[in-house]
Each structure stands twice: as structure tokens, then as C-alpha cells.
């Protein structure tokens, strides 16, 4: 009940918000990032109190939802999921904080992006397939709310392009849970979308999975998003209010290289090896483009966008990479990326507050009017490239090394990306910070303030922690990276193996999992 007490906590603030009159600003902005801050201190709660030495899933709850067809409300963090859940609470809190200067509509926007965050905190927790798509679909509406309202000129079309993109991606996804709800109830007599039920007993021939790979595929791969599903991403990015982009990096990209590690990892294993050259090159593409169009913006905050999408290349093709090093680097990647382009978004947006421009050519020589931000920038930027001693390196080491198990080739191309995001970053801030102080507009621009201190700090604090000494993160997840590990392994479906997708062997299903359906569906308590 704990989870599901944290979980809604953040609607249950957006509906108390509701109760307090539109014009105290005050009162609505407090209570929201009470609400924010509360999450966040009770979510390491989790942390402190998880077992990282079991790949079960720990603070399970199971209640019938739609018995009749075997949907439960099941919820469930293990190794893979916990660490994504308390980075979506300690974002959301800077968030809200870094959301202060909102003037317009205060009380709908603090309301949107509690709700955002129930419906983040969901698709982590989720066990259930049903359940799963319910908050996958659940977080598009405030985001798309939070980009339509309150981003830039083009904020219409932005929320659109995202929202359908999205939702096609979604309703493929949706096809491929009702034909798995029918192959486990032929296959086992128990109806059900129970993930860990259907994960443990669902046994396919390989060109079904294959095809239900693909319909996952589609709807994880926009979400990362991998080129090229990606063209949504740099419109949502540069029209979505500061706070928003820190959360779609930080949170909404993480929901599609869960996906990949939740269901088409475990679902579809002979598939995920079929498919592992393809999303590698796919990934390199990814890493080499993204930075290639990174290196000729003009823009600043367009330069962060696409440099999401060659960080996200990494993620999968460590993910892909089907070994213990790929994912560990994938897994700790994706915190990583939260973390440092979270805060690239941030400093981005605080200098836009000043100037109301992100073009590079209005800057330079703020290092000697900003020093504070120069140096907070100065650190983000290097995390960003994986300078050793900070949270990129770790990833990015680990990513690599898995690669280079599989492909000398594929890990000197994606290496060719870390070069160029030293290109790209580096010339960004040599044009932004350290150029001669020749625009008036820029001269006196006010230093960081207490409160932008505050949002960054926290972030600053964690990529050393994560660059320095990773052990605490690695140890969370190492467990279930091993229990995936043996899903994945190839020996289960080769020809003639009784766990085999090609064995005329029935797969052997255990009387305690059907008691356990069986007791959910008829409302007793596992």
C-alpha cells in the first residue's frame, strides 16, 4: 500500500490544488512542491529499505481490477525499475522549484505536472500489462497540456506532433498486449495480464515474437525516441517550458528503454537476438547524427535536444548489447542522462529568462558577468562528455565494454560519438562563456540566484557521487540485470532445448503461479 500511497500522492496535491483561489500564487506554488518534496523524501524510503540482493519484486501489492478479465491493479519495484521511480521524484521537486517565475495560469500548471508525475511514477510500478498501458497513456494528456499552454510560439504544433506520435506508437503496443492476453489464456487456461505471470509462462515460436517485438518496438522507440522516430523530440524540446524539457529528458525518455528491458527483453528473447544488429546500427546512427546536427545549431536549447538523441543511442545499444556490462552501463546511462541534460536544460533556460533569446551568437563572455553559472555550466558540460571522475564516464565505459564483447566495430563507431559531443559541447561553451563581452545586452545580467543554486546543486552533488563512487547504484540493479541475463540467455531457445521457442516440448507451468492468479482475480491477497 506504501507504493501506491506514493504514487498518488502527487494527484491527490493536484486535486487539494483545486481548493485554493487562483489568485494566492503563493499558497498554490507551496503547496505543490510540498506535495513534490514529500515524494521525493519518502521515495528514498524505498531505497533505504530495498534488498539488492534478490531480483523479486519488492513492495508488492495485487488487488483484482476487471476480474472478469483477469486485470489487476499489481504494482512492484525490482533492481531495474527502483532507481528510474526516485529520479522521477527528485525531478519533479526541482521542477516545480525551477517553475517559480510561472506567471501565467499558476494553480492549472502546478496541477498538470503533479498529475504528470503520478502518471510517470505508474508506468514504473506497473505489473500489470493493462495497468501499464493505462499510465503509459495517462502522463500524454498534462504533457501535452504542459507543452499546448505554457511553451513558446510554436507550442500548438509541438504538443500535437508529440501526442500523436506517441499515441500511434501506443495503439500498436495495445494490439500486441490483447494477442498475448489470448496466447497465455490458450496456453495456460488462466486469463490474465499479469506481467511477471505472462513473463515466467508465455511461450512463442519465433516469428510471433518477432512480430509482437516489432509492435513493442514502434511504441518504445518513439518514446527514447531512436532515429529516426525521433523528429518529434527537438520541436516538444525547444517549445516545452524549462521545467517540461527537464522532465521529458529527464523522465518521459526513460519510459520507452524500460519498456525495451520490461517487456521485449524478457517476452521475447530469440527476437531481441534477431533484432540485435539492426537496433545497434540503428543506435549508432542514432549517437553519430544526433551529435553531427548538435554540432551546427544555433540554438541553444535545440543543441541539448538532439544531443538527447545520440545520449539515447548509447542507452540502446547497451541495452542490446545483451550482456552484463551493457546493461549495467544502460541502466546507470539512463540516470546519468536525467541527470546532466536535466541540467543543461535548466542552465539553459535560466539565461533565457535574462536574455529571452537561446541564440549562441547573443552571448558571450558570461563567465565574466555570471561566474557562479559558468562554473555550474563548466561542470554540467563535462559530465555530458564523459570526462572521468563524473557520472558520464561510468555509463559510458560500461557501454562500450559490453559493446566491444560483441562488435569491435560497433563500439568504435559509437566511440566516434563521444568525440564529437566534446566538439559540439565544448565549442558551445567556448562561444557562450569565454568570448569577448561585445553585447551591451549582456554586460550586467544578474549572477544565479539562491533558488536556481538550489536546483542545480542537487545535480552538480550527484555527478560526482555517481562519477566517483557508483558502487550504491550498480549494486541496485545488479541482481536483476543477472536474473534478465538468464531470459536472454541463447541456450534457452535452441532447437531441441525444452525451453527452446522452437521445441515441441509444452512449457511446464508451476501450480503456484496459477494459485497466485487465481487468488488475485477472486480479491485474495497473495
Known sequence: MFLTFLTFLPLVGAILLTLIPRDEEGAIKQTALAFA??????????????????HEM????????????????????????????????????????????????????????????????????????????????FQLVPMYIIIGVWGGPRRVYAAVKFFL???????????AIIWIYIAIEEQTGVATTDIIFITENLELPLAPQKWLFLAFFLAFAIKVPMFPFHTWLPDAHVEAPTAGSVILAGVLLKMGTYGFLRFNLPLFPHASYEFMPMIAWLSIIGIVYGALVSLVQDDLKKLVAYSSVSHLGFVMIGIFALNHYGLQGALIQNINHGISTGALFLLVGMIYDRRHTREIKEFGGLAKVMPKYAVCFMIIALSSIGLPGMNGF?????????????????????????????CYILWMFQRVMFQKLDNPKNENLSDMNTRELITVVPLIILVFWIGIYPK??????????????TKVNPDNFRPGNPGSSHSTHAKLIKIEDITRLNQQQNGIKP
Open 37 to 54: 518534496v514529500a515524494g521525493f523524501v519518502l521515495s528514498i524510503f524505498l531505497w533505504t529499505n530495498f534488498d539488492s540482493t534478490t
Open 472 to 485: 550504491p547504484f550498480l549494486k541496485t540493479f545488479d541482481a536483476s540485470v543477472e536474473h534478465l541475463l
Open 394 to 422: 561510468v555509463g559510458e565505459f560500461l557501454i562500450l565494454l559490453g559493446v566491444f564483447q560483441n562488435s569491435g566495430m560497433w563500439a568504435a563507431c559509437a566511440t566516434s560519438g563521444i568525440i564529437f559531443a566534446a
Open 165 to 175: 506520435y506517441t499515441a500511434v506508437g501506443s495503439l500498436l503496443m495495445l494490439v
Open 58 to 137: 519488492q513492495f508488492e501489492y495485487s488487488v483484482p481490477w476487471i476480474s472478469s478479465w483477469g486485470i489487476s491493479y499489481h504494482v512492484g519495484l525490482d533492481g531495474i525499475s527502483l532507481l528510474l521511480y526516485i529520479m522521477t521524484t527528485f525531478l519533479t521537486m526541482i521542477s516545480i522549484i525551477a517553475s517559480w517565475g510561472i506567471t501565467k495560469n499558476i494553480r492549472e500548471y502546478m496541477m498538470a505536472f503533479l498529475a504528470l508525475s503520478t502518471g510517470m511514477l505508474g508506468v514504473f510500478i506497473s505489473l500489470d500489462m493493462f495497468l501499464f498501458y493505462f499510465f503509459w497513456e
